[in-house]
């Protein structure tokens, strides 16, 4: 089974956030481990506290992962503060660096998908301001891809950006940074979601059906965890893509509600739960009581 990291913070409600990501990995048939960079405290309406973990904590699970477990793909989400972007930047550059005992990173090819998680559906800042500018020198480099949505290619280009020709631009623009390939997500766009992909050679409309559903919390975290693991199972990044878009819109497809606010897709509509109908026994565990 191939393995995939996210690093991310956690969402109480799990419809976004490291709980997104490891619904989304081990949906797709991959085991999910987490590094986890904060805690959230939200539910369907907003989001009431931040706490970020400390730098060295957040080192610890990095080390703890990486000294021990061969990695197929990478995903970050969340970071919250510059000290996170930095900590986080400086442990993976260290280790892309060595790649010593990896053959894998000898060659270069663990694929690393950065979201650059800025402002939550609700409103909310999930990264500090002077954390904008770590992330582009220190981070973005490193990355195979990344997936902004629309507001967040406009921050890290400084300008607006609110049509697909403007997001054709900011695509091939956004590779200046140092990532191989960069998604401007248009989920927030009127009308049909189309993302644009594109690396230094082309560039790529990935097209979808609109989900009419307020059942979308955690999109972003969903695709993002989708691509890594897509990317970790041997898909090349144009392949990988246009399947986490259809896997999110599956998921819209299926949302539900938990709460009063926005809804949960659903990472689990096409698996059947677990249910202990006969035991090895034979006796009906139904019925037998507890
Ligand atoms: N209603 C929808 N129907 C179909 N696809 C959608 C819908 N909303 C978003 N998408 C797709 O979901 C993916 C995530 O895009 P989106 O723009 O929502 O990201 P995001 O703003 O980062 O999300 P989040 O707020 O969860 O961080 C993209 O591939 C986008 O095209
Ligand atoms: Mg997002």
Known sequence: MRKILTIAGSDSCAGAGIQADIKTIQALGAYALSVITAVTAQNTRQVTAVREIEALVIEKQLEAIFSDIRLDGIKIGMLGRAGTVQ????????????????????????????????????GDRLLEEEAVESLKKNLLPL???????????????????SSLEEMKEAARELLEFGCQWAIVKGGHLKGEPVDVLANKDSLYLLRGQRVDTNCNHGTGCTFSAALATLMGQGLAVPAAAKRAKAYVEYCLEHGFAIGEGVGIPHHFAAQRPWKPEALKDGSDAAKEEF
Not at 102 to 120: G, H, R, T, Y
Not at 143 to 161: C, D
């Open 143 to 161: 990355a195979s891809v990344i997936t902004p949505n629309l507001m967040e290619a406009g921050a890290l280009l400084g300008r607006e950006i």
């Open 87 to 122: 900590a986080v930047s400086n442990f993976l550059a260290s280790f892309f660096q060595a790649g010593a005992f990896w053959e894998k990173q000898l060659k270069n090819s663990l694929p690393l998908v950065v979201d650059p998680v800025m402002i939550a559906k609700s």
